[in-house]
Antibody, heavy 120, light 115 residues
Framework: QVQLVQSGAEVKKPGASVKVSCKASGYTFVSYGISWVRQAPGQGLEWMGWISAYNGNTIYAQKIQGRVTMTTDTSTSTAYMELRSLRSDDTAVYYC?????????????WGQGTLVTVSS | QAVLTQPSSLSASPGASASLTCTLRSGINVGFYRIVWYQQKPGSPPQYLLRYNSYSDKQEGSGVPSRFSGSKDASANAGILLISGLQSEDEADYYCMMWHSGALVFGGGTKLTVL
């Protein structure tokens, strides 16, 4: 069965960086992409970006472009999302989801979520 | 004005039907877009329900009950999620999503209360 297992909760200071991992299993990793979505406390869902596990192509949301980098390690079937220059409004649960290989279309399978808290 | 607008809350009775709307911003024609619907319960990731573009271009998520269906209302320029035979377990937040101008965009979500 398709599983996405994310790394554990993080507490970071403003200005720091965080790197969240998402390990996939139960399917051929390079046949799909990965989208990242975040949800601030009590708020709605916000799409952050997508990466193709096949060729590493990325599409980032304009709001965070320049602060985010998404990568994959096909040898371990793991996707990573790094967010830099963290601010308090980056405090959120971050989710990875399996998406289409050529472009983001919406994820049918999701990781359990990773809480990132940004606080001084 | 947001790309996708959803009512913040909706209440319905068990056994009834609920129609959740996702209205596209003026100037964005729902006829050209595929709308995806998610259900989210507290403390859990979103669950994929379905995607709907037209009667011949739609996909339900695996294991999703047939009580959940999608459609469009061209006159209202909206995507619709219809939940029939409401059950208490359907109480959740529901989000619509679509691809627009180089990004995936979510609606603000509708909190559905079943009482």
């Amino acid at each position: 069965q398709v599983q996405l297992v994310q790394s554990g909760a993080e507490v970071k200071k403003p200005g720091a960086s965080v790197k969240v991992s998402c390990k996939a299993s139960g399917y051929t990793f390079v046949s799909y992409g990965i989208s990242w979505v975040r949800q601030a406390p009590g708020q709605g869902l916000e799409w952050m970006g997508w990466i193709s596990a096949y060729n590493g192509n990325t599409i980032y949301a304009q709001k965070i472009q320049g602060r985010v980098t998404m990568t994959t390690d096909t040898s371990t079937s793991t996707a990573y999302m790094e967010l830099r220059s963290l601010r308090s409004d980056d405090t959120a649960v971050y989710y990875c989801g399996r998406d289409d290989i050529t472009a983001p279309e919406g994820s049918e399978y999701w990781g359990q979520g990773t809480l990132v808290t940004v606080s001084s | 004005q947001a790309v996708l607008t959803q009512p913040s809350s909706l209440s319905a009775s068990p056994g009834a039907s609920a129609s959740l709307t996702c209205t596209l911003r003026s100037g964005i024609n729902v006829g050209f877009y595929r709308i995806v619907w998610y259900q989210q319960k507290p403390g859990s990731p979103p669950q994929y329900l379905l995607r709907y573009n037209s009667y011949s271009d739609k996909q339900e998520g695996s294991g999703v009950p047939s009580r959940f269906s999608g459609s469009k209302d061209a006159s209202a320029n909206a995507g619709i999620l219809l939940i029939s035979g409401l059950q208490s377990e359907d109480e959740a937040d529901y989000y619509c999503m679509m691809w627009h101008s180089g990004a995936l965009v979510f609606g603000g979500g509708t909190k559905l209360t079943v009482l």
